[in-house]
Structure formats: structure tokens, C-alpha cells
């Protein structure tokens, strides 16, 4: 299968268990491999046969801007279903989700695959 992939997006949310965390916003770190059939793309050279990976990373920013949970691996798997509903294309995802400010000294996240 084909992929399309995006690295070290970033965007900001409210995210986390501690009070302090659902007071303001921070960012995150949204890697994905999204599998899909780019051969009609590949011929065409039209981005209505394109996944539209600019669409897709403004779609997710909205909304995660609007987003509100505690944890990473919820939020992981909220974004993998709006993936999926909003973008057809898309046959299966490997996301590595990453809180940058979760820890010092450290970068923490998770991975998750999914498929239709």
C-alpha cells in the first residue's frame, strides 16, 4: 500500500491530568503515516485525486485547537477517528503522538496503528 507521511507537526491543545495542564494550551507532536492508493494522483498530476495532506493538517489543527482531554493515548486515538471519518482516502494510520512539555529532559508519546 501507498503512504503519505507527515513529521513533526505541531499544533497546541489542552491535554493532561493535572489541573494545571486543562488551564492552558500545549503543544504536541503528530507524526503519521497515512496508507492509501496514490496511483490515480500519480497519473493525474490533480489534487482531486490526491490525499490532500495541506487540508488534512489545517483539519487536524482546528481540531485539536478546540480539543479538551486528559490523555495521550485518548487523544491519539480521537484523532485517528477524525482521520478516518473526514478523509476517506485513508485505509490505515500509524500515528506517533508526542507531548514535548510533558516531562523534563524527556519527549513522551505513543504510538498507535489502526486500519479500516
Not at 24 to 35: A, H, T
Not at 63 to 73: D, P, V
Amino acid at each position: 500500500m501507498d503512504a503519505i507521511t507527515i513529521e513533526n507537526f505541531r499544533a497546541d491543545t489542552t491535554i493532561g491530568v493535572h489541573d494545571w495542564e486543562q488551564q492552558q494550551k500545549q503543544p504536541i507532536i503528530v507524526n503519521l503515516r497515512l496508507e492509501c492508493d496514490c496511483q490515480e494522483a500519480a497519473d493525474s498530476d490533480n489534487i482531486a485525486d490526491a490525499l490532500d495532506y495541506f487540508t488534512l493538517t489545517e483539519h487536524l489543527k482546528a481540531f485539536l485547537a478546540h480539543n479538551k482531554c486528559a490523555l495521550i493515548e485518548y487523544l491519539a486515538q480521537q484523532l485517528i477517528d477524525e482521520i478516518f471519518k473526514v478523509f476517506p482516502k485513508v485505509m490505515a494510520i500509524d500515528l506517533h503522538l508526542q507531548k514535548p512539555e510533558a516531562i523534563n529532559n524527556a519527549l513522551v508519546g505513543v504510538k498507535l496503528h489502526r486500519q479500516r
